[in-house]
Protein backbone atom coordinates (compact mmCIF):
# COMPACT_ATOMS: atom_id res chain seq x y z
CA UNK A 1 0.00 0.00 0.00
CA UNK A 2 2.71 2.38 0.56
CA UNK A 3 4.66 1.97 -3.07
CA UNK A 4 3.10 3.76 -6.49
CA UNK A 5 2.19 1.19 -9.16
CA UNK A 6 1.80 1.99 -12.94
CA UNK A 7 0.61 -0.45 -15.48
CA UNK A 8 -0.76 0.08 -19.20
CA UNK A 9 -4.59 -0.38 -18.42
CA UNK A 10 -6.13 -0.64 -21.87
CA UNK A 11 -5.55 -3.46 -24.22
CA UNK A 12 -1.92 -4.16 -25.39
CA UNK A 13 -0.93 -3.23 -28.72
CA UNK A 14 -1.70 -0.63 -31.15
CA UNK A 15 -4.20 1.60 -30.67
CA UNK A 16 -6.02 5.04 -31.40
CA UNK A 17 -4.98 6.19 -27.66
CA UNK A 18 -3.55 3.89 -24.63
CA UNK A 19 -4.54 4.78 -20.69
CA UNK A 20 -1.26 4.23 -18.28
CA UNK A 21 -2.09 4.11 -14.73
CA UNK A 22 -0.37 5.59 -11.73
CA UNK A 23 -1.58 5.20 -8.43
CA UNK A 24 0.07 5.46 -4.48
CA UNK A 25 1.00 8.31 -2.54
CA UNK A 26 4.07 9.59 -4.89
CA UNK A 27 1.95 9.36 -8.38
CA UNK A 28 1.44 13.42 -8.35
CA UNK A 29 4.81 13.72 -7.64
CA UNK A 30 6.38 11.27 -10.07
CA UNK A 31 4.16 12.59 -12.54
CA UNK A 32 4.83 16.22 -12.22
CA UNK A 33 8.57 15.25 -13.09
CA UNK A 34 7.67 13.83 -16.58
CA UNK A 35 5.15 15.90 -17.69
CA UNK A 36 5.29 19.15 -18.82
CA UNK A 37 1.46 21.13 -19.34
CA UNK A 38 0.99 23.63 -21.99
CA UNK A 39 -0.46 25.59 -19.11
CA UNK A 40 2.17 28.19 -17.62
CA UNK A 41 2.82 28.17 -14.13
CA UNK A 42 0.95 24.90 -13.26
CA UNK A 43 1.79 23.00 -10.95
CA UNK A 44 0.78 19.63 -10.68
CA UNK A 45 1.30 19.13 -6.72
CA UNK A 46 -1.88 22.04 -5.87
CA UNK A 47 -3.84 21.23 -8.74
CA UNK A 48 -7.26 20.42 -7.95
CA UNK A 49 -8.67 16.72 -8.28
CA UNK A 50 -10.70 15.27 -11.03
CA UNK A 51 -8.91 18.14 -13.44
CA UNK A 52 -7.76 17.22 -17.09
CA UNK A 53 -4.61 18.71 -18.53
CA UNK A 54 -2.74 18.62 -22.00
CA UNK A 55 1.11 19.20 -22.04
CA UNK A 56 4.36 17.06 -23.32
CA UNK A 57 5.48 13.95 -21.85
CA UNK A 58 9.14 14.11 -21.34
CA UNK A 59 12.00 11.32 -20.58
CA UNK A 60 15.34 13.33 -20.37
CA UNK A 61 15.43 15.63 -22.43
CA UNK A 62 13.50 14.33 -24.93
CA UNK A 63 10.12 15.14 -26.13
CA UNK A 64 8.31 11.36 -26.23
CA UNK A 65 4.34 12.54 -26.82
CA UNK A 66 1.86 14.96 -26.36
CA UNK A 67 -0.58 13.54 -23.76
CA UNK A 68 -3.55 13.98 -22.00
CA UNK A 69 -3.13 13.56 -17.62
CA UNK A 70 -6.43 13.71 -15.87
CA UNK A 71 -5.89 13.99 -12.37
CA UNK A 72 -7.50 12.41 -8.80
CA UNK A 73 -6.72 13.00 -5.35
CA UNK A 74 -7.39 10.27 -2.44
CA UNK A 75 -9.73 9.22 -1.26
CA UNK A 76 -12.12 9.98 -4.23
CA UNK A 77 -10.31 7.94 -6.98
CA UNK A 78 -10.74 4.13 -7.75
CA UNK A 79 -8.12 3.52 -5.80
CA UNK A 80 -8.87 5.27 -3.11
CA UNK A 81 -4.90 6.75 -3.60
CA UNK A 82 -3.83 9.56 -5.68
CA UNK A 83 -4.37 8.59 -9.18
CA UNK A 84 -2.47 9.44 -12.06
CA UNK A 85 -4.27 8.35 -15.56
CA UNK A 86 -2.08 9.28 -18.48
CA UNK A 87 -3.80 9.08 -22.01
CA UNK A 88 -0.85 8.90 -24.89
CA UNK A 89 -0.74 7.92 -28.20
CA UNK A 90 -1.45 4.11 -29.39
CA UNK A 91 2.14 3.53 -30.37
CA UNK A 92 3.39 0.22 -28.69
CA UNK A 93 6.79 2.31 -28.66
CA UNK A 94 5.19 5.78 -26.67
CA UNK A 95 3.72 2.78 -24.58
CA UNK A 96 6.86 1.08 -23.40
CA UNK A 97 8.52 4.28 -23.15
CA UNK A 98 6.70 6.08 -20.47
CA UNK A 99 6.14 2.79 -18.33
CA UNK A 100 9.98 2.82 -18.33
CA UNK A 101 10.32 6.65 -17.50
CA UNK A 102 7.58 6.11 -14.48
CA UNK A 103 9.97 2.86 -13.35
CA UNK A 104 12.95 5.43 -13.75
CA UNK A 105 11.06 8.29 -11.34
CA UNK A 106 10.02 5.54 -8.88
CA UNK A 107 7.38 3.74 -9.11
CA UNK A 108 7.06 -0.09 -9.74
CA UNK A 109 4.67 -2.18 -11.93
CA UNK A 110 1.89 -3.21 -10.95
CA UNK A 111 1.16 -6.93 -10.23
CA UNK A 112 -2.71 -8.41 -11.82
CA UNK A 113 -5.62 -6.79 -10.11
CA UNK A 114 -3.34 -4.66 -8.14
CA UNK A 115 -5.44 -1.12 -8.48
CA UNK A 116 -8.64 -3.21 -7.57
CA UNK A 117 -6.45 -4.85 -4.54
CA UNK A 118 -6.34 -0.83 -3.34
CA UNK A 119 -9.76 -0.02 -3.98
CA UNK A 120 -10.88 -2.99 -1.82
CA UNK A 121 -8.01 -2.42 1.20
CA UNK A 122 -9.24 1.53 0.70
CA UNK A 123 -12.56 0.52 1.59
CA UNK A 124 -14.16 1.62 -2.04
CA UNK A 125 -15.42 -1.39 -2.57
CA UNK A 126 -15.84 -4.99 -0.90
CA UNK A 127 -14.75 -8.53 -2.16
CA UNK A 128 -17.62 -9.33 -3.84
CA UNK A 129 -17.60 -5.84 -5.79
CA UNK A 130 -14.17 -6.16 -6.69
CA UNK A 131 -14.63 -9.59 -8.14
CA UNK A 132 -17.72 -7.95 -10.15
CA UNK A 133 -14.88 -6.03 -12.06
CA UNK A 134 -13.47 -8.73 -13.33
CA UNK A 135 -17.00 -10.10 -14.28
CA UNK A 136 -17.70 -7.05 -16.09
CA UNK A 137 -14.76 -6.73 -17.95
CA UNK A 138 -15.39 -9.76 -19.17
CA UNK A 139 -18.73 -10.13 -20.22
CA UNK A 140 -20.10 -10.99 -23.13
CA UNK A 141 -23.41 -10.74 -23.25
CA UNK A 142 -26.43 -8.17 -21.94
CA UNK A 143 -27.29 -10.70 -19.38
CA UNK A 144 -23.49 -11.23 -17.88
CA UNK A 145 -23.16 -7.37 -18.23
CA UNK A 146 -26.21 -6.56 -16.39
CA UNK A 147 -25.41 -9.31 -13.82
CA UNK A 148 -21.99 -7.94 -13.55
CA UNK A 149 -23.37 -4.22 -12.91
CA UNK A 150 -26.36 -5.11 -10.07
CA UNK A 151 -23.27 -6.81 -8.22
CA UNK A 152 -20.69 -3.94 -8.77
CA UNK A 153 -23.17 -1.84 -7.53
CA UNK A 154 -23.84 -3.56 -4.02
CA UNK A 155 -26.70 -5.06 -4.69
CA UNK A 156 -25.63 -8.51 -3.57
CA UNK A 157 -23.42 -7.28 -1.26
CA UNK A 158 -26.60 -5.61 1.12
CA UNK A 159 -28.30 -8.71 0.44
CA UNK A 160 -25.50 -10.54 1.84
CA UNK A 161 -25.27 -8.09 4.43
CA UNK A 162 -28.55 -8.04 5.55
CA UNK A 163 -28.22 -11.75 6.21
CA UNK A 164 -25.09 -11.56 8.23
CA UNK A 165 -26.71 -8.93 10.41
CA UNK A 166 -29.41 -11.48 11.54
CA UNK A 167 -26.78 -13.67 12.40
CA UNK A 168 -24.92 -11.76 14.26
CA UNK A 169 -28.36 -10.97 15.87
CA UNK A 170 -28.37 -14.17 16.86
CA UNK A 171 -24.71 -14.74 17.45
CA UNK A 172 -24.83 -12.06 20.43
CA UNK A 173 -28.05 -13.56 21.90
CA UNK A 174 -26.29 -16.63 22.61
CA UNK A 175 -22.71 -14.65 23.62
CA UNK A 176 -24.93 -12.82 25.97
CA UNK A 177 -26.47 -16.29 28.02
CA UNK A 178 -22.85 -17.31 28.67
CA UNK A 179 -21.66 -14.34 30.26
CA UNK A 180 -24.88 -15.13 32.96
CA UNK A 181 -24.39 -19.18 32.63
CA UNK A 182 -24.09 -19.23 36.45
CA UNK A 183 -27.51 -18.18 36.66
CA UNK A 184 -29.14 -19.92 33.79
CA UNK A 185 -30.37 -17.52 32.33
CA UNK A 186 -31.93 -17.86 28.23
CA UNK A 187 -32.09 -14.39 26.79
CA UNK A 188 -32.92 -15.87 23.34
CA UNK A 189 -36.17 -17.42 22.89
CA UNK A 190 -35.64 -21.26 21.16
CA UNK A 191 -38.81 -20.81 19.09
CA UNK A 192 -37.64 -17.74 17.50
CA UNK A 193 -34.32 -18.25 17.28
CA UNK A 194 -35.24 -21.78 15.04
CA UNK A 195 -37.63 -19.76 13.44
CA UNK A 196 -35.19 -17.50 11.94
CA UNK A 197 -32.12 -20.42 11.10
CA UNK A 198 -35.13 -21.51 8.89
CA UNK A 199 -35.89 -18.27 7.29
CA UNK A 200 -32.20 -17.67 6.98
CA UNK A 201 -31.78 -21.51 5.64
CA UNK A 202 -34.59 -20.97 3.35
CA UNK A 203 -32.67 -17.91 1.94
CA UNK A 204 -29.06 -18.83 1.39
CA UNK A 205 -30.62 -22.18 -0.41
CA UNK A 206 -32.30 -19.85 -2.87
CA UNK A 207 -28.81 -18.13 -3.68
CA UNK A 208 -27.49 -21.61 -3.97
CA UNK A 209 -29.64 -22.93 -6.26
CA UNK A 210 -29.38 -19.76 -8.35
CA UNK A 211 -25.53 -20.97 -9.18
CA UNK A 212 -25.90 -23.14 -12.08
CA UNK A 213 -28.66 -20.35 -13.99
CA UNK A 214 -25.56 -17.44 -12.74
CA UNK A 215 -23.13 -19.57 -13.90
CA UNK A 216 -24.58 -20.39 -17.84
CA UNK A 217 -25.52 -16.71 -17.84
CA UNK A 218 -22.56 -15.62 -17.29
CA UNK A 219 -20.13 -18.60 -19.47
CA UNK A 220 -23.06 -18.75 -22.01
CA UNK A 221 -26.20 -21.54 -22.08
CA UNK A 222 -24.95 -24.89 -23.59
CA UNK A 223 -27.00 -26.00 -26.51
CA UNK A 224 -25.66 -29.98 -27.86
CA UNK A 225 -26.72 -30.11 -31.76
CA UNK A 226 -27.03 -34.08 -32.01
CA UNK A 227 -28.32 -36.65 -34.25
CA UNK A 228 -27.85 -39.33 -36.71
CA UNK A 229 -24.77 -38.21 -39.38
CA UNK A 230 -25.90 -36.37 -42.75
CA UNK A 231 -29.00 -34.88 -41.03
CA UNK A 232 -27.70 -31.39 -41.02
CA UNK A 233 -26.15 -30.62 -38.33
CA UNK A 234 -23.78 -28.64 -39.39
CA UNK A 235 -25.50 -26.68 -41.76
CA UNK A 236 -27.72 -25.97 -39.01
CA UNK A 237 -24.68 -24.79 -36.56
CA UNK A 238 -23.96 -22.59 -39.48
CA UNK A 239 -27.23 -21.21 -39.91
CA UNK A 240 -27.66 -20.09 -36.43
CA UNK A 241 -23.87 -18.39 -36.18
CA UNK A 242 -24.55 -17.01 -39.98
CA UNK A 243 -20.90 -18.38 -41.16
CA UNK A 244 -19.35 -21.24 -42.33
CA UNK A 245 -17.65 -22.58 -39.07
CA UNK A 246 -18.03 -26.42 -39.59
CA UNK A 247 -17.56 -28.44 -42.70
CA UNK A 248 -20.39 -29.29 -44.53
CA UNK A 249 -20.38 -33.04 -46.78
CA UNK A 250 -22.34 -35.67 -47.92
CA UNK A 251 -19.80 -38.04 -46.63
CA UNK A 252 -21.18 -39.72 -42.87
CA UNK A 253 -18.81 -39.13 -40.36
CA UNK A 254 -17.66 -36.02 -41.24
CA UNK A 255 -17.77 -34.13 -37.98
CA UNK A 256 -15.71 -36.27 -35.50
CA UNK A 257 -15.06 -33.84 -32.41
CA UNK A 258 -17.44 -31.27 -30.83
CA UNK A 259 -17.28 -27.68 -32.85
CA UNK A 260 -18.23 -24.86 -30.52
CA UNK A 261 -19.11 -21.42 -31.07
CA UNK A 262 -20.93 -18.75 -29.23
CA UNK A 263 -23.09 -16.14 -30.41
CA UNK A 264 -25.82 -13.22 -28.41
CA UNK A 265 -29.33 -13.90 -28.80
CA UNK A 266 -31.46 -11.13 -27.13
CA UNK A 267 -28.59 -9.85 -24.96
CA UNK A 268 -28.29 -13.93 -23.98
CA UNK A 269 -25.10 -15.90 -24.56
CA UNK A 270 -25.75 -19.05 -26.18
CA UNK A 271 -22.82 -21.95 -26.55
CA UNK A 272 -23.45 -23.88 -29.75
CA UNK A 273 -22.30 -27.32 -29.79
CA UNK A 274 -21.90 -29.87 -33.12
CA UNK A 275 -21.32 -32.85 -32.52
CA UNK A 276 -20.47 -36.24 -34.51
CA UNK A 277 -23.33 -38.25 -35.77
CA UNK A 278 -24.57 -40.93 -33.41
CA UNK A 279 -24.56 -44.36 -35.01
CA UNK A 280 -23.75 -47.76 -33.47
CA UNK A 281 -22.40 -49.65 -37.23
CA UNK A 282 -19.22 -47.39 -37.54
CA UNK A 283 -15.73 -49.26 -37.53
CA UNK A 284 -13.52 -45.84 -37.50
CA UNK A 285 -11.88 -45.35 -34.29
CA UNK A 286 -11.52 -41.72 -34.68
CA UNK A 287 -15.14 -41.27 -35.15
CA UNK A 288 -16.12 -43.68 -32.24
CA UNK A 289 -14.10 -41.38 -29.89
CA UNK A 290 -16.29 -37.94 -31.27
CA UNK A 291 -19.44 -40.95 -30.56
CA UNK A 292 -18.36 -40.78 -27.20
CA UNK A 293 -17.56 -37.31 -26.49
CA UNK A 294 -21.39 -36.53 -27.99
CA UNK A 295 -22.92 -38.73 -25.35
CA UNK A 296 -20.46 -36.28 -22.90
CA UNK A 297 -21.77 -33.08 -24.55
CA UNK A 298 -25.54 -34.26 -24.34
CA UNK A 299 -24.80 -34.75 -20.27
CA UNK A 300 -23.17 -31.18 -20.18
CA UNK A 301 -25.76 -29.22 -22.30
CA UNK A 302 -28.80 -27.58 -20.64
CA UNK A 303 -30.39 -27.66 -24.46
CA UNK A 304 -29.97 -30.61 -26.69
CA UNK A 305 -31.04 -30.07 -30.03
CA UNK A 306 -31.52 -33.60 -31.66
CA UNK A 307 -31.92 -33.15 -35.53
CA UNK A 308 -33.31 -35.79 -37.94
CA UNK A 309 -34.17 -35.89 -41.57
CA UNK A 310 -38.14 -35.11 -41.65
CA UNK A 311 -37.45 -36.25 -45.54
CA UNK A 312 -36.48 -39.83 -45.01
CA UNK A 313 -37.44 -40.54 -41.51
CA UNK A 314 -39.14 -44.50 -41.02
CA UNK A 315 -41.76 -44.77 -38.57
CA UNK A 316 -38.99 -47.15 -36.82
CA UNK A 317 -36.69 -43.89 -36.21
CA UNK A 318 -39.59 -41.81 -35.65
CA UNK A 319 -40.51 -44.67 -32.37
CA UNK A 320 -36.74 -43.56 -31.30
CA UNK A 321 -37.17 -40.00 -31.42
CA UNK A 322 -40.52 -40.73 -29.05
CA UNK A 323 -38.19 -43.19 -26.37
CA UNK A 324 -35.68 -40.47 -26.74
CA UNK A 325 -38.25 -37.55 -26.15
CA UNK A 326 -39.77 -39.61 -23.26
CA UNK A 327 -36.14 -40.46 -21.81
CA UNK A 328 -34.78 -36.64 -21.79
CA UNK A 329 -37.78 -34.65 -22.19
CA UNK A 330 -38.92 -34.83 -18.49
CA UNK A 331 -35.35 -34.35 -17.26
CA UNK A 332 -35.60 -31.27 -15.39
CA UNK A 333 -32.06 -30.11 -15.83
CA UNK A 334 -32.34 -30.26 -19.28
CA UNK A 335 -34.47 -29.30 -22.15
CA UNK A 336 -34.98 -32.09 -25.34
CA UNK A 337 -35.83 -30.04 -28.85
CA UNK A 338 -37.08 -31.98 -31.83
CA UNK A 339 -35.59 -30.66 -35.10
CA UNK A 340 -37.37 -31.88 -38.26
CA UNK A 341 -34.45 -30.90 -40.94
CA UNK A 342 -34.70 -30.68 -44.94
CA UNK A 343 -38.47 -29.85 -45.19
CA UNK A 344 -37.79 -28.94 -48.64
CA UNK A 345 -36.96 -31.89 -49.66
CA UNK A 346 -40.05 -33.63 -48.40
CA UNK A 347 -42.78 -35.19 -50.89
CA UNK A 348 -44.87 -35.84 -47.86
CA UNK A 349 -45.74 -35.58 -44.47
CA UNK A 350 -43.48 -38.49 -42.35
CA UNK A 351 -45.82 -40.85 -40.83
CA UNK A 352 -46.73 -39.98 -37.18
CA UNK A 353 -46.19 -36.63 -37.79
CA UNK A 354 -48.98 -35.72 -35.52
CA UNK A 355 -47.04 -37.02 -32.83
CA UNK A 356 -44.30 -35.20 -33.49
CA UNK A 357 -46.22 -31.60 -34.10
CA UNK A 358 -47.71 -32.14 -30.42
CA UNK A 359 -43.92 -32.94 -29.31
CA UNK A 360 -43.39 -29.31 -30.60
CA UNK A 361 -40.93 -30.42 -33.47
CA UNK A 362 -39.51 -27.35 -35.04
CA UNK A 363 -39.62 -28.41 -38.79
CA UNK A 364 -36.72 -26.55 -40.42
CA UNK A 365 -34.68 -26.32 -44.26
CA UNK A 366 -31.03 -25.42 -42.55
CA UNK A 367 -30.12 -25.20 -46.22
CA UNK A 368 -31.98 -22.59 -47.73
CA UNK A 369 -32.27 -20.93 -43.99
CA UNK A 370 -35.85 -21.44 -43.73
CA UNK A 371 -37.35 -20.89 -40.21
CA UNK A 372 -34.04 -20.70 -38.35
CA UNK A 373 -35.94 -17.82 -36.57
CA UNK A 374 -38.43 -20.26 -35.11
CA UNK A 375 -35.30 -21.67 -33.41
CA UNK A 376 -33.82 -18.54 -32.05
CA UNK A 377 -37.05 -17.23 -30.93
CA UNK A 378 -36.98 -20.50 -28.84
CA UNK A 379 -34.22 -20.17 -27.21
CA UNK A 380 -34.57 -16.42 -26.58
CA UNK A 381 -38.16 -17.45 -25.22
CA UNK A 382 -36.89 -20.22 -23.37
CA UNK A 383 -33.75 -18.96 -21.48
CA UNK A 384 -36.22 -15.76 -20.22
CA UNK A 385 -38.51 -17.74 -19.19
CA UNK A 386 -35.95 -19.99 -16.88
CA UNK A 387 -34.53 -16.58 -15.37
CA UNK A 388 -35.46 -14.60 -12.58
CA UNK A 389 -33.45 -11.58 -12.93
CA UNK A 390 -35.32 -9.92 -9.95
CA UNK A 391 -33.95 -12.44 -7.74
CA UNK A 392 -30.08 -12.09 -6.59
CA UNK A 393 -28.48 -14.78 -8.50
CA UNK A 394 -24.74 -16.36 -7.48
CA UNK A 395 -22.27 -15.99 -10.64
CA UNK A 396 -19.01 -16.80 -8.37
CA UNK A 397 -18.33 -20.38 -7.55
CA UNK A 398 -15.94 -18.97 -4.61
CA UNK A 399 -19.56 -17.11 -3.19
CA UNK A 400 -21.49 -20.56 -3.92
CA UNK A 401 -18.50 -22.85 -1.98
CA UNK A 402 -18.81 -19.94 0.95
CA UNK A 403 -22.63 -19.93 0.84
CA UNK A 404 -22.71 -23.92 1.19
CA UNK A 405 -20.72 -23.93 4.02
CA UNK A 406 -22.68 -21.85 5.80
CA UNK A 407 -25.65 -23.88 5.07
CA UNK A 408 -23.74 -26.87 6.45
CA UNK A 409 -23.17 -24.61 9.72
CA UNK A 410 -26.61 -23.83 10.22
CA UNK A 411 -27.87 -27.08 9.73
CA UNK A 412 -25.30 -28.29 12.65
CA UNK A 413 -27.19 -25.37 15.00
CA UNK A 414 -30.42 -26.80 13.96
CA UNK A 415 -29.42 -29.91 15.03
CA UNK A 416 -27.51 -28.71 18.14
CA UNK A 417 -31.05 -26.84 19.15
CA UNK A 418 -32.63 -29.63 18.81
CA UNK A 419 -30.45 -32.11 20.73
CA UNK A 420 -30.68 -30.16 23.46
CA UNK A 421 -26.82 -28.54 23.31
CA UNK A 422 -25.44 -26.15 25.28
CA UNK A 423 -25.24 -22.91 23.92
CA UNK A 424 -20.99 -22.50 23.91
CA UNK A 425 -21.24 -25.94 21.56
CA UNK A 426 -23.60 -24.21 19.17
CA UNK A 427 -22.07 -20.91 18.88
CA UNK A 428 -18.69 -22.74 17.00
CA UNK A 429 -21.18 -23.42 14.77
CA UNK A 430 -22.34 -20.10 14.45
CA UNK A 431 -19.33 -18.48 14.38
CA UNK A 432 -18.24 -20.59 11.38
CA UNK A 433 -21.61 -19.58 9.49
CA UNK A 434 -21.22 -16.13 9.97
CA UNK A 435 -16.94 -16.35 8.79
CA UNK A 436 -18.48 -18.02 5.89
CA UNK A 437 -20.82 -15.71 5.14
CA UNK A 438 -18.20 -12.87 5.77
CA UNK A 439 -16.01 -14.14 3.32
CA UNK A 440 -18.18 -13.06 0.30
CA UNK A 441 -18.18 -9.45 1.05
CA UNK A 442 -14.23 -9.81 2.79
CA UNK A 443 -15.27 -8.87 6.46
CA UNK A 444 -13.23 -12.05 6.85
CA UNK A 445 -10.46 -12.94 4.70
CA UNK A 446 -6.92 -13.78 4.11
CA UNK A 447 -4.03 -13.21 2.07
CA UNK A 448 -4.55 -16.41 0.04
CA UNK A 449 -8.08 -15.41 -1.11
CA UNK A 450 -7.00 -12.13 -2.03
CA UNK A 451 -4.30 -13.43 -3.90
CA UNK A 452 -6.04 -15.90 -5.61
CA UNK A 453 -8.85 -13.45 -6.19
CA UNK A 454 -6.48 -10.86 -7.66
CA UNK A 455 -4.47 -12.88 -9.39
CA UNK A 456 -7.08 -13.53 -11.64
CA UNK A 457 -7.00 -10.00 -12.65
CA UNK A 458 -5.76 -8.48 -15.96
CA UNK A 459 -2.33 -5.82 -15.48
CA UNK A 460 -3.77 -2.36 -15.13
CA UNK A 461 -7.11 -3.25 -13.58
Known amino acids: MTDTICALSTARGSGAIAVIRLSGNEAIAIAG ?11 LSEARSHTAYLGLF ?17 PHSYTGNDLIEISCHGSQYIQQRILETLLQ ?15 FLNQK ?54 DFSEEDVEFADRMR ?63 RDTIEDSISIDGILFRFIDTAGLRSDTTDTIETIGIQRTHEKIREAQIVFYVFDSSSISPEEIEELLALYDRYGENGDKRFVLIGNKVDQMVEPPQHIKELIELETIFISAKRNENINLITEYLSKTAVADANFE ?20 QNVENG ?45
Not at 33 to 41: C, Y
Not at 64 to 72: A, I, K, Q
Open 417 to 461: FAAGLPSDIILIDLRQALYHLGSITGQISNDEILDHIFGNFCIGK
Open 193 to 255: LNSLIANLKTELTKLANSFQLGNVLRKGIPVAIVGKPNVGKSTLLNAILKEERAIVSDIPGTT
Open 125 to 178: MDLSQAEAVADLIAAHSKASHNLAMKQMRGGFSKYIQQLRTQLIELTSLLELEL
Open 105 to 119: AGARMAKPGEFTLQA
Open 33 to 43: RVFRPHRENLN
Open 58 to 74: ETGTETLDEVLLTLFRA
Open 391 to 410: QEIVTNARHYEAITQTLEAL
